[in-house]
C-alpha cells in the first residue's frame, strides 16, 4: 500500500482487528484516523458494507483525497465472502466507482481472508480536485 509517514490514512468501517493492525504496521509519523479526517487524505482504506448507494459514496470519497491520494476498498476474498454475508461481487463494486472520476489501478492481499483494490482519480481529471 505504500503509506509513508507524514500521509494522513483514514479507515471507514475497518473492524477493531483491521484498523489495530494497520496501526502496528503503519510507519511512525502516519496520521491515522478511523473515519474521515478535517482536512484531505493521502488514502482512505475503505470496507463497503453493500451496493446501494455505493457510487454515491466513492463519489464523496474522491472529493476527501489529495490529487494523487488514493482509495483502497478491502474485500473478502471470493471463498470467504459468504461467510462473511458479503452481497456484491467486487465486479459489482468496481462498477460503483467507474461511475466516478475513480479507476482501478492494483490490487493487494492483505490477509488469507482479504484483498484490496487501489482506486485513484483518473490523471485527465485531477486538476478538478486540486
Not at 507524514?6 to 502516519?30: F, T
Not at 472529493?63 to 474485500?75: F, K, S, T, Y
Request: net charge positive.
Amino acid at each position: 500500500m505504500r503509506i509513508q509517514p507524514g500521509q494522513v490514512v483514514c479507515l471507514l468501517n475497518a473492524s477493531h482487528e483491521a484498523a489495530a493492525l494497520l496501526r502496528q504496521e503503519c510507519p511512525e509519523g502516519v496520521g491515522l484516523s478511523e473515519g474521515l479526517a478535517e482536512g484531505p487524505c493521502n488514502a482512505i482504506i475503505f470496507w463497503p458494507t453493500g451496493l446501494e448507494g455505493l457510487s454515491d459514496v466513492f463519489a464523496q470519497l474522491q472529493r476527501r483525497i489529495v490529487p494523487d491520494g488514493a482509495i483502497w476498498v478491502v474485500m473478502p476474498k471470493k471463498r470467504f465472502a459468504r461467510a462473511r454475508d458479503t452481497g456484491f461481487t467486487w465486479s459489482e463494486m468496481q462498477a460503483a466507482a467507474l461511475r466516478t472520476d475513480l479507476v482501478d489501478n492494483k490490487d493487494v492481499t492483505l490477509s488469507k481472508e482479504e484483498y484490496a483494490t487501489r482506486f485513484v482519480i483518473r490523471k485527465e481529471r485531477r486538476a478538478r480536485y486540486v
